[in-house]
């Protein structure tokens, strides 16, 4: 039996020049950075106002929690390697970051249904929106938020990890479930099945996405205040939703469809354009589009008072 505790992959995305490398190496930092501070940016603007203490922007806060996490999954480990001589990673740490990265992933999108729920109370039945998204209830879906997804990635991790292995490269700059999962020198069947479930749990969710928002857009056609705050609120949601999914799509046309005529750098582009450009540019989108976080954003930086009206 092979010994997990002493296996090392070997990571083969990173194989341009040192001098690429250190270039490479200050964007990736710039990024890194800027992801943090827009994001704790965010957060620490809608924990001190508490005009701004209402269910959007704590689960907007949630999800730049979650931007945080899935980038300090990729981003510390692809700053070591841009810089060291060899690219390699334990198991036991490969396996982590798959379980980060992935639980990254499902908390983001579980995050954007339940806030495209939230969206749907607060337009489509706006009197019985307090009652119904009560501080109870969001602390109970930032819950099942959380739980449901970290489930998901550790039954799959707990189906990856029985697997024995029969190789040690990885074609990528970070690690990823389905890789690892290529190494195997056993029958995959049940990882396949299994992500065949993780994939209609999610086509679910983008269903009911999809209902959420066929009401939204009929009661917002039909009375003007609905327009006003369906722009406000649901367009950065739907912005975000369609930056993040289009950044999955990218990662999974270069997992599945890339072939090896195609240049390193577009590879490595597109299998991590989820964990960079979704955590950078949501706390951007957000605090753009939405009048209450944009005028208590400039109240900080500019110390000049402002007058915020609260809104649902």
């Known amino acids: 039996m092979e010994n997990r505790s002493e296996l090392i992959f070997v990571l083969?995305?990173?194989?341009?020049?040192?001098?690429?490398r250190q270039i490479y190496f200050s964007f990736a930092?710039?990024?890194?950075l800027c992801t943090i501070f827009v994001n704790l940016t965010l957060i620490?603007?809608?924990?001190?106002?508490?005009?701004?203490?209402?269910?959007?922007?704590?689960?907007?806060?949630?999800?730049?929690?979650?931007?945080?996490?899935?980038?300090?999954?990729?981003?510390?480990?692809?700053?070591?390697?841009l810089l060291a001589d060899s690219h390699v990673i334990t198991y036991a740490s490969c396996l982590t970051q798959i379980f980060v990265v992935y639980g990254y992933v499902f908390v983001e999108f579980t995050s954007l249904t339940i806030m495209a729920y939230d969206r749907y109370l607060a337009i489509c039945k706006p009197?019985?929106?307090?009652?119904l998204m009560t501080a109870q209830r969001v602390a109970q879906l930032l819950l099942l938020t959380w739980s449901f997804s970290l489930l998901e990635i550790s039954v799959g991790i707990a189906l990856t990890a029985r697997l024995p292995l029969c190789g040690r490269h990885i074609p990528k700059i970070f690690c990823t479930n389905w890789e690892v999962v290529k190494l195997s020198c056993s029958d995959t069947t049940v990882n396949n099945i299994y992500g065949f479930v993780l994939m209609f749990s999610h086509i679910s969710q983008t269903v009911l996405i999809l209902v959420s928002y066929t009401h939204l857009v009929h009661a917002s056609l039909h009375m003007q205040s609905n327009r006003r705050k369906f722009i406000q609120t649901c367009v950065p949601h739907l912005i975000t939703l369609l930056v993040f999914t289009g950044s999955l799509l990218f990662d999974v046309m270069y997992s599945r469809y890339s072939g090896s005529s195609t240049l390193q750098t577009l590879h490595n582009m597109l299998a991590a354009e989820f964990l960079v450009v979704p955590p950078l540019v949501n706390p951007i989108i957000y605090g753009i589009n939405l009048h209450q976080i944009r005028s208590?954003?400039?109240?900080?930086f500019t110390h000049k008072p402002q007058t915020v009206r609260p809104h649902p």
């Open 29 to 32: 930092l710039l990024s890194y």
């Open 44 to 81: 620490v603007v809608v924990c001190l106002e508490k005009s701004l203490h209402e269910p959007l922007y704590v689960f907007l806060c949630n999800l730049c929690v979650n931007g945080i996490c899935g980038a300090s999954s990729f981003y510390p480990k692809l700053l070591h390697d």
């Open 296 to 300: 208590k954003m400039l109240h900080y």
């Open 12 to 20: 083969q995305g990173l194989n341009d020049s040192l001098t690429n």
């Open 127 to 131: 009197l019985q929106y307090h009652t």
